[in-house]
């Protein structure tokens, strides 16, 4: 391996890592916000329930009633 060769670093690196230097706080931010969206805790009890109380869907949707 020469002595000038440099491993590559694509152009999305490079953003990003700009981007992080700019704005220290980024990933925290970015964490605050999943958690407001993403993580939480799941109601097992809930879920069950919503899963039995399901209607089974008829095998041609726009069909209004037996025949």
């Known amino acids: ?3 000038f060769w440099k491993a590559y670093k694509s ?3 490079d953003f990003i890592e700009s981007l992080k230097a ?3 706080t980024l990933e925290s931010e ?3 916000g ?3 969206l993403w993580d939480k805790r799941v ?5 069950a329930d919503n899963a039995a109380s399901r ?3 008829q095998p041609y949707v726009y069909q209004t009633g037996p025949k």
């Open 43 to 47: 109601d097992r009890d809930a879920q």
């Open 55 to 57: 209607v089974p869907q």
């Open 34 to 36: 999943r958690a407001l």
């Open 11 to 13: 152009d999305v690196t």
């Open 1 to 3: 391996m020469p002595l």
């Open 30 to 32: 970015q964490r605050a």
């Open 22 to 24: 700019k704005k220290p």
